[in-house]
């Protein structure tokens, strides 16, 4: 009994060594089937709102407008306020009871990255002399809208790295933008070292090693930051509100032209290396916000019209190494930049749109 | 959008501060007989953009890059009266100070910028455009790959 024990426990750990990375992403998901439905969540939030005070619930509650919906960033909150309901600011019950609603619209993976990117920045503020704003208390939440089982709503949570933007019962299923990033790539805090883009960036690594090779793949240009994130302008002065998504609706490329290679033209090997980076950004969210999604971007017509390119160094080495998914309507960037509380170190900004459904449909000028 | 200029440039400049990658502002000012520029292009950015057209010096780059015409595709004379570096709030700039003249028989009006001084390189690079008009100024747009032309005009 012994020696089998030992042997399930060897091959299980043999079985973790060889999968790739993106493998946790699958396992994550997979524990939280359910997550993501909009009753479920709005029933946690129905849950939450009683424990809030009257001024907890006037920012935490708000319209469902293009003002609110499209203010989120990646900017630190000292750039770019955010006005919402301050995590920092809950107590023990109150942040109890938050968590329930990130666990019913998240996945596992999507919990952790929360968790994670705030670790990361809770490392950042020794380091924050201006200040600007890093912090793990400084993440927020809010509910665009009624939360209900039919009707649209949104539900936001993010901060400096993070913004998770989800929109229940709109005219298309609502997991985008998604944006997310890491300063410090990797760090240790009690012994435990922490990689909160782990999974996205080997993802994302191994498929522009594998399509390194195709002169096709490599686009031109130079990139120091995401090509469709937010946009710096707005309303500037002491109510500046530049630097969130205020040039939504974006424009895509259109043609063949320098937007990498077909994942048509790549071999099944390479189109499992797409698929898994898809899946490593679209199980973020809880699975009933972005099945339909992932389903229509790994649907065999769309995969072989999606072009995926990359520019700089394959293995994330080097400052300006980008890797992007083009299809007919996902975008997903991945980029490596300079860090900004230690300009020697790198840091990592990943953004996921949906060219049909950011916003669910439902934000309009 | 009616805002202070110089409530705009710190603005874009503080995002800049802690942004790896900063963006360019370039304000215009009509007066009589064409038109006055201020261009303000992040050191980092243009230096990638350099690299990968290397020929001559920054006036001379400039002047390659950056462009008016009239909407018949009539240039304007362009000429660069001085350029200078800075640092703004921790971030090194470059400051070109630009004289835009119609040509024989064009409105001094409006034209169309033609500017791709950074952005022929740096793909997620914008360059904001702002017109000034007497205490304020209006955010014209912003120009980001592959887009490099925009129409400017005065009030």
Same mark, same amino acid.
């Given at each position: 009994?012994?020696?089998?024990?030992?042997?399930?426990?060897?091959?299980?750990?043999?079985?973790?060594?060889?999968?790739?990375?993106?493998?946790?992403?699958?396992?994550?998901?997979?524990?939280t089937?359910n997550a993501g439905g909009s009753a479920e969540v709005a029933a946690a939030i129905a849950k939450f709102r009683p424990l809030?005070?009257?001024?907890?619930?006037?920012?935490?509650?708000?319209?469902?407008?293009?003002?609110?919906?499209?203010?989120? &960033?990646?900017?630190?909150?000292?750039?770019?306020?955010?006005?919402?309901?301050?995590?920092?600011?809950?107590?023990?019950?109150q942040?109890a009871a938050a968590r329930r609603v990130f666990v019913a619209a998240l996945?596992?993976?999507?919990l952790?990255?929360?968790?994670?990117?705030?670790?990361?920045?809770? +490392?950042?503020?020794? +380091?924050?002399?201006?200040?600007?704003?890093?912090?793990?208390?400084?993440?927020?939440m809010?509910v665009?809208?009624?939360p209900?089982a039919?009707?649209?709503?949104?539900l936001?949570i993010?901060?400096?790295?993070?913004?998770?933007?989800f929109?229940f019962?709109?005219?298309?299923?609502?997991?985008?933008?998604?944006?997310?990033?890491?300063?410090?790539?990797?760090?240790?805090?009690?012994?435990?070292?922490?990689?909160?883009?782990?999974?996205?960036?080997?993802?994302? &690594?191994?498929?522009?090693?594998?399509?390194?090779?195709?002169?096709?793949?490599?686009?031109?240009?130079?990139?120091?930051?995401?090509?469709?994130?937010?946009?710096?302008?707005?309303?500037?002065?002491?109510?500046?509100?530049?630097?969130?998504?205020?040039?939504?609706?974006?424009?895509?490329?259109?043609?063949?032209?320098?937007?990498?290679?077909?994942?048509?033209?790549?071999?099944?090997?390479?189109?499992?290396?797409?698929?898994?980076?898809?899946?490593?950004?679209?199980?973020?969210?809880g699975?009933a916000?972005?099945?339909?999604?992932?389903?229509?971007?790994?649907?065999?017509?769309?995969?072989?019209?999606?072009?995926?390119?990359?520019?700089?160094?394959?293995?994330?080495?080097?400052?300006?190494?980008?890797?992007?998914?083009?299809?007919?309507?996902?975008?997903?960037?991945?980029?490596?930049?300079?860090?900004?509380?230690?300009?020697?170190?790198?840091?990592?900004?990943?953004?996921?749109?949906?060219?049909?459904?950011?916003?669910?449909?439902?934000?309009?000028? | 959008?009616?805002?202070?200029?110089?409530?705009?440039?710190?603005?874009?400049? %503080?995002?800049?501060?802690?942004?790896?990658?900063?963006?360019?502002?370039?304000?215009?000012?009509?007066?009589?007989?064409?038109?006055?520029?201020?261009?303000?292009?992040?050191?980092?950015?243009?230096?990638?953009?350099?690299?990968?057209?290397?020929?001559?010096?920054?006036?001379?780059?400039?002047?390659?890059?950056?462009?008016?015409?009239?909407?018949?595709?009539?240039?304007?004379?362009?000429?660069?009266?001085?350029?200078?570096? *800075?640092?703004?709030?921790?971030?090194?700039?470059?400051?070109?100070?630009? *004289?835009?003249?119609?040509?024989?028989?064009?409105?001094?009006?409006?034209? %169309?910028?033609?500017?791709?001084?950074? *952005?022929?390189?740096?793909?997620?690079?914008?360059?904001? %455009?702002?017109?000034?008009?007497?205490?304020?100024?209006?955010? %014209?747009?912003?120009?980001?790959?592959?887009?490099?032309?925009?129409?400017?005009?005065?009030?």
């Open positions: 009994m012994q020696t089998r024990t030992f042997a399930a426990l060897l091959l299980t750990a043999l079985t973790a060594l060889i999968q790739p990375a993106y493998a946790a992403t699958a396992t994550c998901r997979q524990s089937p809030l005070s009257k001024s907890q619930l006037a920012v935490f509650e708000r319209p469902f407008d293009y003002a609110n919906a499209t203010h989120w &960033s990646n900017l630190p909150v000292g750039l770019v306020p955010r006005t919402t309901l301050r995590l920092g600011d809950l107590d023990e019950k942040a996945s596992a993976c999507g952790e990255l929360l968790d994670e990117v705030r670790r990361a920045d809770d +490392f950042l503020v020794p +380091f924050d002399k201006r200040p600007i704003g890093w912090g793990a208390g400084n993440y927020y809010a665009l809208g009624t209900s039919k009707s649209p709503w949104m936001q993010g901060g400096h790295h993070l913004a998770y933007n929109t019962n709109g005219h298309q299923p609502g997991a985008t933008p998604l944006f997310f990033g890491s300063e410090p790539i990797r760090f240790e805090t009690q012994g435990v070292t922490h990689e909160p883009l782990s999974a996205q960036s080997q993802a994302m &690594s191994q498929l522009a090693a594998a399509i390194a090779a195709r002169p096709e793949a490599k686009l031109s240009g130079t990139f120091t930051d995401v090509v469709k994130g937010v946009f710096m302008a707005g309303p500037p002065g002491p109510d500046f509100k530049g630097g969130t998504d205020s040039n939504f609706p974006q424009t895509y490329p259109t043609g063949d032209a320098d937007r990498g290679i077909k994942v048509g033209a790549l071999s099944p090997e390479q189109r499992r290396l797409v698929r898994d980076a898809l899946e490593s950004y679209a199980t973020l969210p699975n916000i972005s099945a339909a999604l992932l389903q229509a971007y790994e649907s065999s017509a769309a995969l072989d019209a999606t072009f995926v390119g990359f520019s700089g160094s394959p293995d994330f080495s080097t400052k300006g190494s980008y890797v992007r998914i083009d299809g007919p309507r996902v975008w997903m960037e991945f980029v490596v930049q300079p860090a900004v509380a230690k300009p020697e170190d790198l840091h990592y900004h990943a953004l996921w749109r949906d060219k049909q459904s950011d916003y669910g449909g439902e934000a309009r000028r | 959008m009616r805002v202070a200029a110089a409530a705009l440039f710190a603005a874009y400049a %503080v995002t800049a501060f802690a942004h790896p990658a900063p963006n360019s502002i370039v304000r215009f000012e009509f007066e009589a007989g064409g038109a006055r520029a201020e261009y303000w292009i992040p050191e980092s950015e243009l230096d990638y953009a350099r690299a990968a057209d290397p020929a001559g010096d920054l006036p001379a780059y400039l002047l390659r890059h950056v462009a008016a015409e009239t909407t018949a595709g009539e240039r304007w004379r362009v000429a660069i009266a001085s350029v200078r570096g *800075t640092n703004y709030l921790g971030h090194p700039y470059i400051v070109a100070t630009l *004289t835009l003249t119609p040509p024989a028989g064009a409105l001094a009006r409006g034209f %169309v910028l033609v500017d791709d001084a950074v *952005t022929h390189e740096v793909r997620n690079h914008r360059v904001f %455009v702002v017109a000034r008009h007497g205490a304020g100024s209006d955010l %014209v747009g912003a120009l980001q790959y592959p887009a490099n032309r925009l129409a400017v005009a005065a009030r």
